[in-house]
């Protein structure tokens, strides 16, 4: 069975930093690009961060929103996505999630983000 | 980026009874290998979203028969035939034709 596992969020204040992590199981991970996603309390998803598989460059891709800011990262030997957020302001705040594309299915529990002083 | 917008944002339904949701798209979803990447996602209250339909009308595993998608080009549609009280839920529609991936506002169905 398919599992993603999202932690490392909490309460950061403006311009500091979180480091997110999805631990996965159940499928090769490393034949699998992953993305992240967050959703703003009563909004739709949005989509935040992409990095393809080593087969593919591993390069990442990112959402205006937070490119610069915020780094995609992948631990094969751990079947582990990262997402690492800095200089957070406070419309990152929200529930982020990682699914793979491109089926975008599943979908972790989420872990949340709130950006406050 | 593409632009999903869906109606109605609010649909309150009779237990038993039927209902749909309309999803339209700024631009075709059709892909260069001849696919539609039309996705349906159902979130509960306090859970993460769950994948129902995939290219427009194929039911994920587990989903139950009175669910039902249709649709092509830039217009499709998310059917319940009759509503059960586990139904209540926002429903999503989200395109992965296009990069990035876009989510519609969502419709929020909600028992009568």
């Known amino acids: 069975e398919v599992q993603l596992v999202e932690s490392g969020g909490g309460l950061a204040q403006p311009g500091r930093s979180l480091r997110l992590s999805c631990t996965t199981s159940g499928f090769n991970f490393d034949d699998k690009a992953m993305s992240w996603f967050r959703q703003a309390p009563g909004n739709r998803p949005e989509w935040v961060a992409f990095i393809r598989s080593k087969t593919f460059g591993g390069t990442a891709e990112y959402a205006a929103s937070v490119k610069g800011r915020f780094t995609i990262s992948r631990d094969d030997s751990k079947s582990v996505a990262y997402l690492q957020m800095d200089s957070l302001k406070t419309e990152d705040t929200g529930m982020y999630y990682c699914?793979?594309?491109?089926?975008?299915?599943?979908w972790g529990q989420g872990t949340l983000v709130i950006v406050s002083s | 980026d593409v632009v999903m917008t869906q109606s109605p944002l609010s649909l309150p339904v009779t237990l038993g009874q039927p209902a749909s949701i309309s999803c339209s798209s700024s631009q075709s979803l059709v892909y260069s290998d001849g696919n539609t990447y039309l996705n349906w996602f159902q979130q509960r209250p306090g859970q993460s979203p769950r994948r129902l339909i995939y290219q427009v009308s194929n039911r994920d595993s587990g989903v139950p028969d009175r669910f039902s998608g249709s649709g092509s080009g830039t217009e499709f549609t998310l059917k319940i035939t009759k509503v059960e009280a586990e139904d209540v839920a926002v429903y999503y529609c989200m395109q992965a034709t296009h990069w990035p991936p876009t989510f519609g506002q969502g419709t929020r169905l909600e028992i009568k």
């Open positions: 699914t793979p594309p491109p089926w975008f299915d599943p």
